[in-house]
């Protein structure tokens, strides 16, 4: 998705980018399409919403909507 990442407080340029500077080749290893990577990243989230509804679950604390109601 973007040929940079955040190194410090500076944006570091993959050499694919073709706006490398210095003489270290920096890649920052595949760069996923859009569909890919946005299906990737909301699988991770319902993983990490599911996990947490089973660990209320599992120590009786109630579950975000029943929170709300409270």
């Known amino acids: ?13 993959d050499y694919r980018a073709g706006r ?25 989230i319902l993983q990490d919403v599911s996990q947490v509804n089973l660990l209320r679950s599992a120590t009786g604390a109630p579950k975000s909507d029943e929170a709300k109601s409270i």
């Open 20 to 44: 490398t500077r210095g003489n270290k080749k920096f890649d920052k290893g595949v760069i996923l399409d859009f569909d890919t990577a946005i299906v990737g990243k909301l699988n991770e």
């Open 1 to 13: 998705m973007s040929y940079t990442r955040k190194d410090g407080q500076y944006l570091r340029w």
